[in-house]
């Protein structure tokens, strides 16, 4: 097969229930494509049928292929090994179950054909014109509250960050040098991307509730490693308001010395004075590491630059070499 024009990756774990109905909602759906396309299923170890049934397809249709690996490692690792297998000149990411319809596939590769300066097309329901519709409201409100906070991280820029529907040009995927095996994925593909000065565009979303299948959705986790990624992209969130809590309370301190001082009722036993030292050094100290850990992140950015130059050219002469040996 020559190289496709568009490139669909879907992980799957454990979506035996699925397989069948998410293969023909695409083939219906690329129907409508005009250029050529594959569909590329990712196992993430699945324990249940989920292989089997997608061989089966696969075997029989030259467009769909499925990669994967034995033991369950996350969507992080099965959107590189996806990354990794396609050969479509723009790179489209779905979630398996399709609770983002597949229309929205080629509304972003024709967002990305009509924007030629764009470099990655988000699929955002929180954003002017998306949808959500049967999603439980205490998930919706969990998604969204997560979404708000790591907006802000992430420079208020976008206004959903955790979303698998996405779609990418070629060479943006063969810039990034991603390593994430979770779902902090989409974040680490954002934070590179800004850092080297790609352009991100959103367009409205309509999620619907799953209808087969169990949510592979596990809060605590998620939740903990989204609160990392805001600490690490924006660490003044953490230092900045701890450092001025302890300096703000140092000075109600200070205050309540003063008074006491002022109506002869301090007791020099008490140690209020150690404690505003304390509380003052104290949150200077912790200013100071909020400095220290946005300079870390200036210079990680930077690296993530090199790193980026350094993935084109290794690319370049591998290319080069394949070119000659033909």
Known sequence: MDRPDLTVIAPMYNEEDNVASTVERIKDAMKEFPGAWEFVMVNDGSTDATLERAEEIAAKEPNIRVVGYAKNAGRGRALRT???AARGGIIAT??????????????MYEHLAAHPDCDIVLASVYMSGGMVRGVPAGRFLMSWAGNVVLRF?????FHTTTCVVRAYRREVLDALDLESDGKEIHLEILSKALALGLSVDEIPATLTGR???????????TSFSHLLFSVIERPMMLFGAAGLFLILAGLVDGVYIVYKWRTATLNPSRPLMTL??????????????????VEIGMLRRMITRLSS?????EKAI???????KR
């Not at 979630?95 to 597949?102: K, N, V």
């Not at 130059?309 to 050219?313: N, T």
């Not at 591998?318 to 000659?324: D, L, R, V």
């Open 276 to 293: 505003l030292v304390i509380l003052i050094l104290g949150g200077i100290q912790v200013l100071a590491f909020g400095f220290l850990a």
């Open 318 to 324: 591998s290319e080069n070499k394949k070119e000659k």
């Open 82 to 84: 996806g990354f990794a």
């Open 211 to 221: 209808r087969k299948g169990r949510s592979k959705f596990r809060f605590r986790k």
């Open 94 to 107: 779905t979630d398996f179950d399709l609770s983002y319809s597949p229309d929205h596939i080629l509304r």
């Open 153 to 157: 991280a992430l420079g208020g820029k």
């Open 309 to 313: 130059k350094s993935r084109l050219i």
